[in-house]
């Protein structure tokens, strides 16, 4: 799948060249009695935060009375992600500010109340917001050819198995095990991956954490660039929030 001539080339990706993520994908929302959203750290993507011209010290405000909060890990690390079996390693995003993944990615997110407060946090739902360009990208495609393969771990618990085509990504399936101690799959009823049956709540007490992974594999030929998206309450109050830095696949495999 060598392109002749072509003169931009995708790079293997260097965990060395990192970058912290920019201010606006560290941001949350906040909803005033779950109608009147507001900015709470900074801008993110407009489908996500109605409201954008609301203040900041507004929010501050607000957040000062409602201390407690979900602690969401950023994904900038090696060990935020594994490659999956049979594809090959990551290469620079066009960007060169992330990796980007062949086919498939297992995303690897700790969640935690931030022990702010007493206040108990339910988080209701997980989805995924993606921006999809179709089709086969050169720039990507080179790199497939020779490509050394990587394999993945076992399957664990509270983890989420995600398809990615070219209109949206499909119901997420979610590993549980049942009461006689079997492994089943659940599939989602919509794009929140909680939303199953049976229905499935998390609750934080202060400083617990919980490790949650995430399966993302990609059908459809083209570019795919992915945030999940946390929707959790604390006390009479919606909190939004989002992964820090983009989850970025690739196939042309399809």
Request: proline residues 7%; aromatic residues 10%.
């Amino acid at each position: 799948m060598r392109l002749a001539g072509h003169s931009m080339q995708a790079k293997p990706w260097k965990w060395a060249d990192r970058r912290e993520p920019p201010l606006w994908q560290r941001a949350r929302t906040l909803a005033i009695d779950y109608a009147e959203p507001i900015i709470r750290l900074a801008k993110i993507p407009g489908e996500f935060v109605p409201g954008l011209n609301k203040a900041l010290d507004h929010a501050g405000e607000l957040v000062a009375a409602y201390a407690a909060d979900l602690t969401i890990s950023s994904l900038h690390e090696l060990a935020d992600f594994k490659t999956v079996n049979g594809t090959p390693p990551p290469v620079a995003s066009k960007s060169a500010d992330g990796p980007v993944f062949f086919d498939g990615v297992e995303v690897v997110v700790t969640v935690q109340h931030n022990g702010k407060g007493q206040e108990q946090i339910l988080l209701e739902r997980i989805d995924l917001s993606v921006d999809t360009q179709p089709g086969v990208d050169p720039y990507f495609s080179y790199m497939r050819d020779g490509a050394a393969i990587i394999g993945a771990g076992p399957v664990e618990s509270m983890r989420f198995f995600i398809e990615l085509e070219a209109n949206g990504p499909r119901p997420a399936r979610r590993q549980i095990r049942t009461a006689d101690g079997k492994k089943k799959m659940v599939i989602a009823n919509g794009p929140n991956f909680l939303d199953t049956d049976p229905e499935s709540y998390y609750s934080f007490s202060p400083r617990e954490a919980q490790l949650m992974k995430f399966n993302l594999t990609a059908l459809d030929t083209g570019y795919y660039d992915c945030y999940l998206r946390f929707f959790y309450r604390v006390a009479a109050r919606e909190l939004r929030q989002q992964t820090r830095g983009p989850i970025r696949l690739y196939t042309d495999a399809a």
